[in-house]
């Protein structure tokens, strides 16, 4: 079941990425609705479409079992980190849930070969929490279905040192742009975009696995954008979940 689960999602990510899904190609299967099915499970799994419903009605804590570095670099936005890596992580999330352990948990890591959310998911459960899911499916899959994903201003500032294939885009006005961005950023401006006044954003075609990072005045406009982008072929994008000017001055 869980192979024949995992050829379905794979079909159908396959058929997005050349923009051919059809009925030849995953058969009505509904990607965001997946699981992997995985057998022998201590806690059950959760799909795409769940995880962004809990995140919109804060019905469930959303838990990013990975390192604080991977965080750091690109995690699900209104996810929650593990304080750090040397904290005993069933007590990090018994603080996140206030001492209920009943509250409602999905917890998640880096796609269906991870096994970080699983472990943890073992734990909890034998700690005694209650209602624990896994998004096994992570983040591969939610950057594959276009999720945003945000990346906080360590990372981003990891990213601008290191990373010479990287490109950094502004979403902020031309107006703004031209009185100053951060080094070597290119213009997109956010409204522009969406109002289709801007067909060609100045990203690469040829390879949409670059990474992109975003920012903009504030955290809200870079993620428009970011989810404006969600729908175009680049899949590798982040937004910064701070101010420019907080970025800037990250950056001096």
Request: overall charge neutral.
């Amino acid at each position: 079941m869980i192979r024949k689960n995992l050829v379905h999602l794979l079909v159908a990510l396959a058929a997005m990425s050349s923009c051919t899904l059809g009925s030849a190609g995953a058969e009505d299967f509904d990607i965001a609705a997946a699981t992997l099915a995985e057998p022998n499970q201590t806690t059950r799994e959760v799909s795409t479409r769940d995880v962004r419903r809990s995140l919109a009605d804060g019905s469930a804590i959303v838990v990013d079992t990975r390192t604080p570095a991977e965080f750091s670099a690109g995690h699900i936005p209104g996810a929650r980190m593990l304080a750090s890596a040397s904290a005993d992580p069933v007590e990090t999330v018994a603080r996140l849930a206030g001492g209920d352990r009943s509250t409602a948990l999905i917890l998640y890591c880096n796609g269906p070969f991870c096994q970080a959310s699983r472990r943890l998911g073992d734990r909890l459960s034998a700690a005694g929490f209650t209602n624990v899911r896994r998004y096994q499916l992570g983040m591969p899959v939610w950057r594959a279905l276009g999720g945003p994903t945000e990346i906080d201003v360590a990372g981003f500032l990891r990213v601008h040192g290191l990373d010479r294939t990287a490109v950094f885009v502004d979403a902020r006005s031309p107006e703004d742009f031209a009185r100053g961005s951060l080094p070597g950023a290119r213009s997109l401006p956010v409204e522009a975009f969406i109002a289709g006044e801007i067909r060609q954003p100045p990203l690469p075609e040829d390879d949409f696995n670059t990474r992109v990072v975003l920012f903009g005045r504030d955290a809200r406009q870079a993620r428009e954008l970011a989810e404006a982008l969600g729908k175009r072929p680049w899949h590798n994008v982040s937004y910064v979940g701070e101010t420019f000017e907080a970025l800037r001055a990250a950056v001096r």
